[in-house]
């Protein structure tokens, strides 16, 4: 999540003052990401040193200072609005990165660590689902609830298909082309297809 273009956004819509971004920032977000009223600050610093945004120089540093977006502030709105973000490389998830753990330690059940997740991922699938229904008119908040179930309903479909493939795996074992690490074919793949 960016604050900083966050922050840009609230601004494009007129002159703010810190405590009224941080408010405004986590009402438009559903409150479901809080936001530190010392982060706020510090970013306002940075874009104001960037010149992205200015100061109302009449009023003293605090909570009553209020912030201008600048043409330059709008034009990286802009860009940031249309630049997809870079999705080309797998992340770092730490579920994934247990799976292909428990697949190495001798005496786990790979199969096992699968359910617990699965379990709990859906656990929290119903808990989201029921915030959707009291979202109620709050789009920021039935937005924000969506992205997340579509988000655990994928860990879920990628756990169902890690589960297939540790079975067939089980019962053949795949040949490996020997000197070509995993990593390596990943990259030569990933690479050819930009």
Known sequence: MSVRHALLALLAEGPKYGLQ??????????EVWPLNVGQV????????????VE??????????????????????????LRTPPDLSSPPRDELVIKVLAALRVPGVDVRDVI??????????????TRLKEDAGTDLGLALVVDAELFRLDSVIRWLDAAEGRVRRAEL?????????????????????RR
Not at 43 to 49: M, V, W
Not at 59 to 75: I, M, V
Not at 119 to 128: D, F, K, S, T, Y
């Open 41 to 52: 600050y510090t970013t306002l610093q940075r874009l104001e040193r960037d010149g992205l």
């Open 21 to 30: 971004l941080r408010e405004e920032f986590e009402a438009r977000t559903g």
């Open 115 to 128: 359910q617990v997740h699965r379990r709990a991922l859906v656990e929290l699938m119903q808990q989201w």
């Open 172 to 192: 053949d074992p795949p040949a490996t082309t020997p000197g070509t690490t995993a990593p390596a074919r990943l990259a030569r793949r990933l690479g050819a």
């Open 55 to 80: 100061a109302d120089d009449t009023a003293e540093p605090g909570p009553q200072r209020g912030y201008r977006l600048t043409d330059p502030g709008t034009r990286e709105l802009a860009d940031w």
